[in-house]
């Protein structure tokens, strides 16, 4: 158990849809990074936020955004959803800003599948 | 894009072998990361080798880092089924910042019992 918490496990919605997805970092960690993980496209970072202000963006889709609260847990928002967005979605997080020196712990993810 | 490439895309030895996978990388990194994931669970972070180490060792895990080929090798000794699992570097930005990492196509291993 890395420390890290996503919910839901599971998701299946249509295509225009939206989503929520939502991750608690482990206890202390202030960095938040979101993960897309699919067949077509492997894992690709999405954003990262830290300490509540984006710090980093990946590959993010316009029709997707995230933001970071005062209790440091995170929300994907997922519009618009096509169904290419089917995918692992995973959250980690990490102490420190430190230039990634430091390891991430990922949590379980969620399931996206967008029929 | 990918960063990183492992090599091979898929390995299956018997338990008790050695195996060890290789990951190329492109441009210029800090530190390389090894994480395994068991079959559509969340990545485990396994080591980590900053960008002037050559070599780590932790538990059966050896990593090798050259950054003049840019490629980085993971080896797994005495191998058990509870190894089979993908296996993907991954690398973090050099120069100032945090940034998420990169991850490869990874190497799906398997562990004949």
């Known amino acids: 158990d890395s420390g890290v918490t996503q919910t839901p496990k599971h998701l299946i919605t249509a295509t225009g849809q939206r989503v929520t997805l939502r991750c608690s970092p482990r206890?202390?960690?202030?960095?938040v990074y979101w993960y897309q993980q699919s067949l077509d496209q492997g894992l690709q970072f999405l954003i990262q936020y830290y300490n509540g202000e984006e710090r980093a963006k990946g590959n993010i889709l316009e029709r997707f955004s995230a933001q970071q609260f005062p209790d440091l847990h995170s929300e994907l928002n997922l519009s618009s959803l096509e169904l290419g967005d089917s995918a692992l979605y995973f959250c980690a997080s990490s102490p420190s800003l430190a230039r990634t020196s430091y390891e991430q712990y990922f949590g379980p993810g969620t399931r996206l599948t967008v029929t | 894009s990918q960063q990183g490439e492992e090599d091979p895309q898929a390995l299956s030895i018997q338990e008790g072998e050695n195996a060890t996978m290789n990951c190329s990388y492109k441009t210029s990194i800090n530190n390389l990361q090894w994480y395994r994931q068991n079959s559509g669970r969340g990545l485990v972070h396994l080591i980590l080798i900053r960008s002037n180490e050559r070599e780590k060792h932790s538990g059966r895990l050896r990593v090798t880092l050259d950054t003049s080929k840019k490629s980085s090798s993971l080896l797994i000794t005495a191998s058990r089924a509870a190894d089979t699992a993908s296996y993907f570097c991954a690398t973090g930005r050099s120069g100032g910042g945090a940034d998420g990492l990169t991850f490869g196509k990874g190497t799906h291993l398997i562990i004949q019992p």
């Open positions: 206890s202390g960690d202030l960095s």
